[in-house]
């Protein structure tokens, strides 16, 4: 992998691309990782890229260093010095909201890959993710209504969708952090791992996403996100587009000559 050219100006964001991959890193120490305005924009200039060259993303924060002593984050969630000076107006444009929600939208998956603190506007850029990995020391919640305000950015519907309402309730109503244990029970990640193997686990789930036809990934991750009312005639589309597509009868055919060679291996 190599850094991304097209990144070269960023500061809140250290991006790599690979041939089939990006991994951006949350990169404001100073504050915790804290969601500002420039991350954003950054974020947006990301997904711009994205939406216009389809790959997967991997999206971190700041690594553990044993040597230094220093822990691993995710982010603390929005600037709160931004925060506080906003009103009305900038709520109603949606700032994080509309970012997160874009990312959620990219053609290919997006991986989070979470260590240390997740919290308020950071566990909802997680929640925006097709995929979540953790480790133990996570810490994952919505600390809003402590604040004074909601959490206005995805967690309080993708939490439901994720977690379900009981659970989802008690981290937003009555302020529950999980732990990255209490985030794998409830499936709000899907794997833990030791922080030194966080970006390894990540890259290898995004191996086993990059197997596949990337064509028939992108229309099943657009299929699976339609509304209800759209199946099943989305379902039938797609799979019309696909049934037409070289990667089909190529993948097929390579899976029957392998199907036939282990026929004529056990004879």
């Known amino acids: 992998m190599h850094d991304a050219a097209w ?8 991006v790599r691309e690979g041939s089939d991959r990006v991994v951006a890193s949350l990169n404001r120490p100073e504050v915790r990782n804290a969601i500002d305005q420039t991350m954003v924009d950054e974020l947006h200039a990301l997904a711009d890229h994205l939406e216009r060259h389809p790959a997967l993303l991997i999206l971190t924060g700041l690594p553990s260093d044993p040597d230094k002593g220093t822990k691993g984050i995710f982010a603390s ?10 009103r009305r107006a900038e709520a ?18 997006m991986i989070a890959a979470l260590d240390g603190f997740a ?16 480790t133990p020391q996570l ?10 305000i909601t959490a206005g950015a995805g967690a309080t ?12 309730k008690e981290i937003l109503l009555a302020g529950k952090i999980l732990t990255g244990e209490q985030c794998l029970a409830a499936g709000l990640i899907t794997e833990l791992v030791e922080p030194a193997e966080l970006l390894t686990a990540a890259h290898a789930l995004a191996d086993r996403i990059a197997a596949q036809d990337p064509l028939a990934v ?11 009312e759209a199946h099943p005639m989305i379902d039938t589309l797609a799979q019309a587009v696909l049934f037409e597509s070289e990667a089909k009868f190529e993948r097929m055919q390579a899976f029957l000559d392998k199907k036939n060679e282990r026929k004529q291996d056990s004879k």
């Open 92 to 109: 109603l444009a949606g700032i994080n909201s509309t970012i997160f929600d874009r990312l959620a939208q990219l053609p290919l998956p």
């Open 7 to 14: 990144a070269a100006g960023f500061s809140a964001l250290r």
């Open 77 to 86: 969630g929005a600037d709160i010095a931004q925060l506080k000076e906003r």
């Open 218 to 228: 992108r229309l099943t991750k657009a299929v699976f996100h339609a509304p209800r």
């Open 139 to 148: 810490r994952m919640g919505q600390p809003e209504t402590n604040l004074g």
């Open 157 to 168: 519907w993708r939490l439901r969708e994720l977690v379900g309402e009981p659970l989802a």
């Open 119 to 134: 919290l308020g506007g950071g566990a909802e850029l997680s929640y925006a993710a097709d995929f979540r990995i953790g």
